[in-house]
């Protein structure tokens, strides 16, 4: 059987309200990953990552009995390894890329080599009873570098990651669920079904407050406890800080367009504050604001922020009475 077109590699669809299901669509060749598949996964991210409205994304493999056989050993063969990865994402366009939203690999089939190390790089798995787990590389004198080789330990007790990679063995799915690398373990014709339905509970719950928590968890193998428990402070004090300015002197046209849409993940906020000459010392800030024709006119420079980008509103500091001591004259404006 052909491969399909380029552009039906990887299939992208809206599987109900705020998840998106993303699959790989080579049952012929179990999954694996080519080019287009590389390069597939590396836009369906994007565009889970560019659209608000979704929350959640699964990924799946087509057909029954892969999902995902890791690297196409032709393709390999053929000396096209490097079409393999992205320089954005890595190996599949996937495991190195930066990521904001939540991933559940919904694995039917077998998730072995390049197909373990995508499952590793999503945040939770529900897997098939009868799929196996594994890392063959060195069977191939090959080596897991598209992170099998430290995600693993760091999923398992070490002696059980270290015996999957020494040997090359895999591991069934019971297995796996009793060491805690995947979440749910049900029958492949219930794989898809119990992914969504994972899905909708996390969606059931504020997606800003879900974002802020993954971006600290995803971390934490890697920082100190000091850092982390900044980390954690200026997330909880972000969400805070939204609601709390609005409530204390936001207008009610404002707490009612900005507080319940933000919190729930449907709008943006970013903050501009900092400025680069003054810094974030309020005495020094520069920026000013003027009213013309019964709007205000902003002059100034700030920090770029993340999420001003894209964000559907901006708290900004700025000075609207010059005329005033270093620290008053300070308004903090609603911009959107």
Known sequence: MADPPNGDAVLFALAEPHVALVTINRPEARNAV?????????AALERVERDPEIWVAVLIGAGPHAFCAGADL????????ATLATEKGGFAGFVRATRTKLWIAAAQGHALAGGLELLLAC???????????????VKRSLVAAAGGVFRLPRALPKAVALQMIATGEPIPAARAAHFGLVNEVVPAAEVQSSALALARKVCANAPMAVRESLAIARRAADLDQD???????????GIRMLVLTLLEVGT?????????????GEAVWCQGYSEPEAGSDLASLRTRAAVEGGHFVINGQKIWTSSAHYADMMFLLCRTEPGM???EGISYLCCR
């Open 34 to 42: 080519n080019a287009a598949v590389a390069a597939g996964l590396e």
């Open 74 to 81: 032709k393709e390999v063969s053929a000396g096209r390894s």
């Open 123 to 137: 945040d939770l798995a529900v897997v098939a009873e009868t799929a196996t787990l594994g890392l063959p590389e």
């Open 227 to 237: 850092t982390l428990w900044e980390l954690s402070r200026a997330a909880g004090q």
């Open 252 to 264: 009610e046209e404002q707490r009612e367009r900005w507080i319940g849409p933000t919190v729930r």
């Open 325 to 327: 001591p270093r620290h």
